[in-house]
């Protein structure tokens, strides 16, 4: 009797080794597309900045438009876990803490949501003012992918616009129905002025650097697995391989530090680039400018083997 309960333990730790497990941070739309997020939670909406609601507009309970606000939870057509735009309505949502990007594959997820599949168009800003069209979708569970639009790659976005299409001006729930909006390609983008961390020409962090180095890491944790990019800028004091290897030596100090920080929080693979001062901010024409433009520049972005895929296509 001992033996067969054993034996049938070792059968049930074997399914369990071998069984494929659901990938993390998958969301499914209200028509069965899968969403995966590299970076996942944190990868939705934040914040609306402006709701202007079209006509025919859709009832009083379907224009709460902090609906479109974290992750999908549509449970169905009779509850207002959406917000209908109205028809050629726009909503503008802001993600506060971290941006999104032009990388490999797909770029922004729309969870449009209800009976009808409506169409709307998307705009993409770094500011709130100056806005790009990045395309528009097709109704439903949507990707869109900035480099369809000829859009600066080097660019990150806090802001998305989206616009009805007027496909569908009748019913309860008149434009498009907004569940979620997801960064797929989400960054973070952490700058820190070098002087904080460093002494003039030095790349041994300062004592008092621990502080500001905390805060890096409370930043960074909430993403669980990424490629952390630590980039190093001067300003133009100096020779110009002098700076080279002066911002090198400090990304190197910072990559050192912030993997012995983050060593049991996640999964983080690291990158430095050193620019040194072939990339400032502004002219190096001042003490406040050159300030500005001595920096530490760290992105976490989706991990490495996310990439594979489209890599090897």
């Not at 996942?40 to 609601?53: I, L, N, R």
């Not at 434009?175 to 390609?185: K, W």
């Not at 500001?212 to 110009?240: C, F, M, P, W, Y």
């Not at 999964?267 to 001062?277: K, Q």
């Amino acid at each position: 009797m001992y033996f067969r309960f054993f034996h049938i333990v070792l059968i049930l730790l074997a399914a369990n080794c071998f069984a494929q497990p659901e990938p993390r941070f998958n969301y499914t739309g209200s028509d069965g597309h899968r969403i995966h997020l590299p970076l996942g939670k944190v990868s939705f909406a934040d914040s609306v900045v402006a709701f202007h609601m079209g006509f025919p507009r859709p009832l009083s309970i379907f224009r709460d438009s902090t609906q479109a606000l974290n992750r999908p939870n549509y449970k169905g057509y009779k509850s207002p876990d959406f917000v209908s735009l109205g028809c050629k309505g726009s909503l503008v949502l802001k993600f506060n803490n971290n941006g999104f990007m032009d990388l490999l594959g797909p770029d922004l997820a729309i969870f449009e949501v209800g009976p009808a599949r409506e169409r709307a168009s998307i705009e993409v800003s770094e500011d709130g003012m100056i806005w790009y069209s990045a395309g528009a979708t097709n109704g439903g569970t949507s990707k869109i992918d900035l480099s369809n639009s000829n859009i600066d790659p080097n660019k990150i976005f806090y802001y998305v616009r989206i616009r009805d299409l007027k496909d569908e001006c009748a019913g309860k729930s008149a434009g498009a129905d907004i569940d979620a909006i997801a960064a797929i390609n989400s960054v973070l983008k952490i700058s820190v002025n070098a002087d904080v961390l460093f002494d003039v020409d030095e790349y041994k962090l300062k004592s008092s650097a621990r502080k500001t180095l905390d805060s890096l890491v409370q930043a960074i944790r909430v993403v669980e697995k990424g490629t952390i990019l630590i980039e190093g800028h001067t300003d133009n004091d100096g020779e110009e391989e002098y700076n080279l290897e002066l911002s090198e030596n400090r990304c190197k100090s910072v990559h050192k530090k912030l993997e012995k920080m983050l060593a049991y929080v996640g999964d983080y693979h690291f990158e430095i680039r050193a620019f040194g001062e072939s990339k400032p901010r502004v002219e190096n024409n001042s003490d406040e400018n050159k300030q500005i433009n001595r920096r530490v520049e760290i992105m976490v972005l989706p991990p490495r083997d996310y990439f594979e895929s489209f890599t090897e296509e």
